[in-house]
């Protein structure tokens, strides 16, 4: 093996560097765990590469350029008009048609990855006028963008066992690029100055042939043999060392690409075998069903298992750097929740029960979680989002329900998460939009069915004290909900005063919360600087308030539902070709801008498909027609059945590529679209909303009879009234005793406090008759006085 370092490339370290679009045409990667690599595609070309894991991308791009050494010189991704189907309806490969504009040839290519390597392959055909495409000369361009990042790449050319190949190396990651014809010419260079494209593009030939370019921004191109064949597979293979990497290269070009894809395709029919048939209920006889799941299944790792991210794409990843290196290859437990979920709603539960145990072995020593992070368990973003404690919770109680055998025991995760959820809510950091805090309508109505199933948990294992506690809690989060976050000033809807409204904001390290929806301003995020982003938050909407809903918590006939529910629709509601489609919230900023650019720090927010599914559910629960959504959400799809995260909401503009209900520039496929989807046909299929709670149902939407008037005094919550027939319950952190006067002061009462299993102790004081409670703490551990007297008048 050598590797040749003579010739150095000019023009270090290149251009800054940049990732490539988010709108994906194609995702896939062997159903085999063997095969530690995954692909994307966009425009006709193989875009990011993750390996070893499917958070980490390591290449920006790999396409080919094609010209005739003298009057025209083409790259794939710009300038041939681009077809990308589906090989098959159960397996995740892809053929690809890249057509020279005036059709004197095509290039045709068949993406698949190694059934059992780390290596992409990508079968190639050149077709066309004999005589016209004789003349042609073909290079392979790749960028590498190594351990996340486009910068400190190094490239070399390597000689071994007579074959000649393309590498590059960073930080121990090797990549080799190699064909089954031969390299004829090859070169590394610095993108922007010394490499392949700029030399073609000047004189319509390959003049440079560097040996090396080191840390930079390169790409390394390489001149196929077609003089052999105009037909072969080229291969780019991945490994922790040189030798690795090229001897995993060569293998896997060794097997013939039709044996390779046929077993390839073999392993996708494998993930049918317990697939629930809901074709019937779909508008597409079950297209976008099947590719949901296989999309879903891709989106696990490998080395981590029950890992799924969110997305293999960088939102708007054209204008990103090295600096966003997180984009949405990442664990959210909300998205990770919900995609296995819906694998459970398609008949799949392996994955799930794999997902519940890692996010069991993710939780943190306090039993929250992190915002999001990578697959091996480090957080990437540090805020808190208290829907995103109680989704794990709400996924081990769906396997239970569905009597899933689990021989890890669970509960410990449970306990700790409910604990956590009632130590430091009901105010979260942030909503499930991640950017506000305060109260929020999804938030609590996530908390609230996770707290009710920690508390069937509880009981289950005998211990009714905790779970009467739990439920308590619930209830006190349940009653409170319409005081915390409906308006009653709406002006939005003419004739609509009461409605629910996004997020009734307040500072979680406020000891006296604003908990008055009709009072306090919103900073929206993803403005452009100097504009103005705040609001009256009375003003501002969202459909989150429709989880109430989803869960059982309130009814889909409920007056303030519906009110809420033609509130959204004046307000959020966009009419696409293929169906309705709703913002997120009105003045979202985290869209693609105004003239169809992309997203740069700010923007304007755009249609979410999600949100048709799930409106969906809704209608499905208040009886109304399902089917409009289900056959939006199909034409939301690519013709490759990809959802996007966002579609775009205006007139067409075609000169920026953006389309009335077609995708822009944000993430696609996104996971969580998928998930809804295939959880909406499984949802009409029964005759009842997936993710309906029966316990939780039968607590809050009967006669209530179970139910506890109770109002919380806590640290972080330090109210100063309660309403006559509550129960005031103090909690704190440590074990007290309450030093208190219901007469102002003229007697006074000592209580122990009771302890919990969830790091919460609490005194109970029954509301009557009296004017106000008066109190202080006296801590038994450090045999200490509170330095602060406290006291909750009574209304």
Known sequence: MKIHTQAQAFGSPGIDPRWTHANKDGVGTAYSTSSHVWFTIWNGVVTEIYHPTVDRPQIRDLQYLISDGKSFFHEEKRHLRSQVELLWTHGLGYRITNS???????????????????????????????????????????????????????????EVAGHHVLVAEKAGTWLVLGATVPFTRLSCGYVG???????????????????????????????????????????????????????????????????????????????????????????????????????????????????????????WGEAKDDQDQGGYHLVWTRDLVSSVASLVAAGETDTAVRSLIYLATSQQEDGGFAQNFWVDGEPYWKGIQLDEVAFPILLAWLLHQENVPLNFDIYPMILRAAGYLIRHGPVTQQERWEENSGYSPSTL????????????????????????????????????????????????????????????????????????????????????????????????????????????????????????????????????????????????????????????????????????????????????????????????????CLLPEQVWDEADQPDVHM????????????????????????????????????????????????????????FNRQINKVKKGYTLRIQALVSFQLHWSDDNWQTVKDTPSTSTNLGVNFVDIPVATQQSISFTFFWIDSGKWEQSNYQVAIE
């Not at 013939?256 to 494998?270: D, G, I, L, R, T």
């Open 100 to 158: 020279d504009p005036q059709g004197r040839y095509a290039v045709i290519k068949e993406v698949i990855a190694d059934p059992h390597l780390s290596c992409i392959l990508q079968h190639t055909k050149l077709t066309g006028e004999r005589e016209f495409i004789s003349q042609l000369h073909l290079y392979a361009l790749c960028a590498p963008h190594l351990e996340v990042g486009g910068r400190d790449n190094n490239g070399y050319t390597v």
């Open 193 to 315: 100055q010394s490499d392949g494209w700029t030399d073609l593009a000047d004189d319509f030939q390959m003049d440079w042939e560097f040996d090396s370019a080191v840390d930079g921004n390169l790409a390394l191109t390489g001149k196929l043999n077609l003089a052999q064949s105009q037909e072969f597979t080229l291969g780019l293979a991945f490994g922790t060392s040189l030798h690795n990497a090229i001897s995993t290269l060569f293998q896997s070009l060794n097997l013939p690409f039709e044996q390779q894809k046929q077993q390839y395709n073999e392993q996708w029919k494998q993930s049918r075998n317990h697939i629930k048939s809901l074709e019937n209920v779909s508008c597409d006889h079950g297209k976008l069903y099947h590719n949901s799941i296989s999309l879903l299944l891709a989106h696990e790792d490998k080395t981590y298992p029950g890992a799924l991210i969110a997305s293999m794409a960088i939102p």
């Open 445 to 640: 109505a996530c908390n609230i069915a996770g707290l009710i199933c920690a508390a069937q948990f509880a009981r289950e294992h005998g211990d009714e004290a905790t779970a009467t506690f739990i439920e308590e809690y619930a209830d006190f989060l349940e009653s409170h909900i319409e005081d915390w976050t409906v308006t009653t000033e709406g002006t939005l809807v003419s004739g609509i005063k009461q409605h629910y409204i996004r997020i009734t904001p307040t500072d979680i390290n406020n000891p006296q919360p604003n908990e008055n929806p009709n009072q306090g301003t919103i900073f929206i995020s993803n403005y452009p600087p100097g504009e103005s982003a705040e609001f009256p938050a009375k003003e501002i909407v969202d459909g989150g308030f429709l989880q109430l809903v989803r869960y059982g918590i309130r009814k889909p006939d409920d007056p303030i539902i519906v009110n809420s529910v033609k509130v959204i629709d004046a307000v959020l509601k966009v009419d696409t070709p293929v169906g309705p489609c709703w913002h997120r919230y009105n003045h979202d900023g985290y869209g693609q801008q105004k003239d169809g650019q992309p997203f740069v720090g700010w923007g304007k927010g755009r249609a979410w498909p999600l949100l048709t599914g799930e409106r969906g559910h809704y209608e499905l629960a208040i009886g109304g027609n399902v089917k409009t959504y289900i056959k939006a959400m199909e034409g939301f799809a690519s013709d490759t």
């Open 659 to 714: 389309y009335l209900g077609k995708p822009t520039g944000s993430a696609m496929p996104l996971m969580w679209a998928h998930a809804e989807y295939i959880k909406l046909l499984r949802s009409t299929h029964d005759g009842q909303v997936f993710d309906f709670i029966p316990e939780v149902a039968n607590r809050y939407l009967g006669e209530r009879k179970q139910c506890q008037s109770l109002e919380i005094w806590k």
